[in-house]
Nanobody, 126 residues
Framework: HVQLVESGGGSVQPGGSLRLSCVASADVYGSNCLGWFRQRPGKEREGVAAIDNDGTTDYVDSVKGRFTISKGNAKHILYLQMNSLKVEDTGLYYC?????????????????????WGQGTQVTVS
């Protein structure tokens, strides 16, 4: 049973930090590409950060140097550490995974074929 469950969202002031977690079922956690996406108010869903099975990571330019994606060592957990948060980071954050993709950059910029999504966790920076 495919499952992705996010947590860790909340409200913070600009400059603050949050760590998002996504607990994944084993089959999704083993996907070629795992990542975080967000939908900001009035905007389309966009890729934020991705990681592949080799541990290679990629980020959208707007979060480079502030966000870090990582996998849990012993559990099927995907993390997104978010530092120096900005008002424009406000949005609903989703984790996703799919083995159809084998390139994390493509996974980030063309998520239309991703089949496995979580329900989202809200991040508000104000």
């Amino acid at each position: 049973h495919v499952q992705l469950v996010e947590s860790g969202g909340g409200s913070v002031q600009p400059g603050g930090s949050l760590r998002l977690s996504c607990v994944a079922s084993a089959d999704v956690y083993g996907s070629n590409c795992l990542g975080w996406f967000r939908q900001r108010p009035g905007k389309e869903r966009e890729g934020v950060a991705a990681i592949d099975n080799d541990g290679t990571t990629d980020y959208v330019d707007s979060v480079k140097g502030r966000f870090t994606i990582s996998k849990g060592n012993a559990k099927h957990i995907l993390y997104l550490q978010m530092n120096s948060l900005k008002v424009e980071d406000t949005g609903l954050y989703y984790c996703a995974g799919d083995s159809l993709y084998d390139d994390i950059r493509y996974f980030l910029v063309a998520p239309g074929k991703i089949e496995n999504w979580g329900q989202g966790t809200q991040v508000t920076v104000s």
